[in-house]
Nanobody, 116 residues
Framework: QVQLVESGGGLVQSGGSLRLSCAAS????????MRWYRQAAGKERELVAS????????QYQDSGKGRFFISRDNGKNTAYLQMNSLKPEDTANYYC?????????WGQGTQVTVSS
């Protein structure tokens, strides 16, 4: 079955960096657009960044522009989110999403906590 497994979250001080990974299995990874979302406590889930199937096109929400960088390695079936200059407001559970037409798969999330 399809599995998306996030890792790399943790506790980091403000200004620090983290690199999240999303390892995919059970699907033709290179056919899926990959996205990272986050959900802070008491808030709705929001899109953070997306990357095209080949990796040649990326998009970012304003909250992460210039600080977050999404990438993927289709040979390793893995997507990444490099997060720099982290702020306390980046604290959230981060989820990866794989989408192909009407197919949508989610990971279980990885918690990122940024202390001030």
């Amino acid at each position: 079955q399809v599995q998306l497994v996030e890792s790399g979250g943790g506790l980091v001080q403000s200004g620090g960096s983290l690199r999240l990974s999303c390892a995919a299995s059970g699907l033709p990874f290179s056919l899926y657009v990959m996205r990272w979302y986050r959900q802070a406590a008491g808030k709705e889930r929001e899109l953070v960044a997306s990357i095209s199937k080949s990796g040649d096109s990326t998009q970012y929400q304003d909250s992460g522009k210039g600080r977050f960088f999404i990438s993927r390695d289709n040979g390793k079936n893995t997507a990444y989110l490099q997060m720099n200059s982290l702020k306390p407001e980046d604290t959230a559970n981060y989820y990866c999403n794989a989408q192909l037409l009407t197919l949508n798969y989610w990971g279980q999330g990885t918690q990122v906590t940024v202390s001030s």
